[in-house]
């Protein structure tokens, strides 16, 4: 996957609701995949992940959580 931007910069990574598409094994080896790109990765979904960090949205409120 080549990932370089016009810029030099790294990419963006979206990637929409990610546990509702793959189970727990292909998830953990699509993460592992993103982490060695050193884009930043941004994954939406219902049910959390393992994250570096978490942010909860409600009512139009984000708010930051210890993913640990």
Known sequence: LHHRSILGEPPIVLLDDLPAELDSRHQERVLRFLDGLKAQVLVTGTHA?????????EHGKVNAQDPH
């Not at 992940?49 to 949205?57: I, R």
């Open 49 to 57: 992940l393992q994250s570096e960090v978490l942010f909860h949205v």
